[in-house]
């Protein structure tokens, strides 16, 4: 899969040559250090990210006239130097024109979930957490649900982003679908993490738990409050206390940027903590010498190890690491493709795959492919593998492990069969 997937962090971290969150306080100042005076000219800046022509991929300094790019007027999202590259380009892009209309609007509101906006306030869950199948499930628990989305509707941030934007303000109908599928993506993290303690039948009610988001970045860290992952203790009213602690090389600096406990989480919360560093040298210097605890629950958000080999090189010691230990694992990716080759790789390194689908909690927010905008959006953690220790093929004695216990469906796929095709993950 094509890399570089930018939301709305990304631009800010990079085309606005900015390395922290202090650098833009959304509350507070625009940054004039970075040529930004207004509303209108930090919507610019984001806008110039992703100004090339989809035909032929200039950019706007190579054009004569760098203001002779101009967008589709359908999508408001892909540009083009001129009517000879749109008509040349346009029996592609019409196959994702509508879609990436949806990528340009969600770009935008994003905005949204920086200024606080997003996501709205939320209550405790009124079902069992193994009740709640779906987005569709989650969004009926929500009480008083039209009138929190007319709010931020109605809202002073809403109303400056489209006196700024540079487009016209889109019908509140399309705005409210905005907003559910930027609350999908924010809250697509706790409920994926939720999901991995139910594949794994681990109780946040019967004790205090440690999960480990391993391989985080600014994705996962750029602006995290401290209440970020508080809906798991909506889904788990009265559970025992929970850890989330960040790792990661390029975790950002922020309130999350604290030392990890040593002693169980407090009872009824989420705490949030994070080690700046590679995962194998955090267990080393932090778990092994009980400065941290061992996790229940380890979760890799998109992790990439499949996209080249120098990132599978970095990601060997950790993945040997999590098979060796036998810790419960959940990772997510963005595409069938994805999934296919990383299953091959961890096929390859004989760890237990004990299954893989669809996750029901991936976000609905599509996601344009930055470097070719002319392909299917892809959506963040849209499957999942669980993976535990070694395979059975690797253990001597290994097949009486085929059919464990706990009702998982037993025994990974081979290499040529996870490369084929995508098959149901659990009974």
Request: glycine share 8%.
């Amino acid at each position: 899969m094509d890399s570089n997937v930018p939301g709305l962090s990304h631009v800010i971290l990079q085309k606005l040559n900015m390395k922290t969150y202090e650098d833009y306080n959304l509350g507070g100042k625009i940054g004039s250090d970075f040529g930004i005076r207004t509303y209108f000219d930090m919507f610019q800046k984001m806008e110039d990210t992703f100004k090339f022509c989809a035909e032929c991929k200039k950019l706007p300094d190579a054009l004569p006239d760098p203001k002779s790019l101009r967008r589709c007027k359908r999508c408001q999202n892909v540009y083009y130097c001129g009517v000879a590259c749109q008509r040349a380009n346009w029996p592609l892009h019409k196959k994702f024109c509508k879609k990436l209309k949806l990528v340009a609007l969600d770009r935008l509101v994003e905005w949204l979930v920086f200024t606080g906006d997003i996501p709205f306030p939320t209550e405790n869950w009124t079902k069992p957490a193994q009740d709640v199948e779906s987005w569709e499930d989650w969004f009926a628990m929500q009480g008083q649900l039209e009138e929190k989305l007319g709010a931020i509707l109605a809202g002073r941030y809403m109303t400056l982003l489209w006196a700024n934007a540079g487009k016209p303000r889109p019908e509140d109908g399309e705005l409210r679908e905005s907003i559910r599928r930027l609350v999908t993506d924010f809250h697509s993290r706790p409920l994926t993490i939720s999901l991995g303690l139910r594949l794994f039948s681990i109780d946040p009610l019967a004790k205090a738990l440690t999960v480990h988001v391993v391989g985080a970045s600014h994705v996962e860290t750029l602006n995290t409050r401290l209440t970020d992952y508080d809906e798991l203790t909506r889904m788990f009213p009265g559970h025992r206390g929970m850890e989330l602690v960040m790792v990661g090389v390029d975790v950002v600096n922020g309130p999350i940027m604290r030392p990890p406990l040593a002693t169980p989480a407090p009872r009824g919360r989420v705490y949030l903590s994070s080690y700046k560093g590679l995962y194998h040298d955090f267990w080393e210097s932090h778990v092994e010498t009980k400065l941290a605890a061992r996790p229940d629950l380890v979760v890799g958000f998109h992790p990439g190890f499949h996209a080249c080999p120098d990132l599978l090189a970095g990601w060997l010691p950790t993945l040997l690491l999590l098979r060796d230990y036998r810790l419960p694992v959940l990772f997510t990716v963005y595409s069938e493709q994805e999934l296919k080759s990383s299953l091959q790789i961890l096929v390859e390194l004989e760890m237990h795959i004990m299954g893989y689908a669809t996750n029901p909690f991936a976000s609905l927010r599509p996601e344009q492919v930055y470097s070719s905008p002319n392909k299917a959006p892809v959506y963040c953690s849209s499957y999942y593998i669980a993976l535990l220790g070694l395979a059975a093929s690797a253990v001597p004695g290994g097949e009486e492990l085929e059919e464990d216990d706990d009702g998982w469906w037993g025994g990974e796929p081979s290499a040529a069969s996870a490369a084929e095709g995508i098959t149901p993950g659990l009974g």
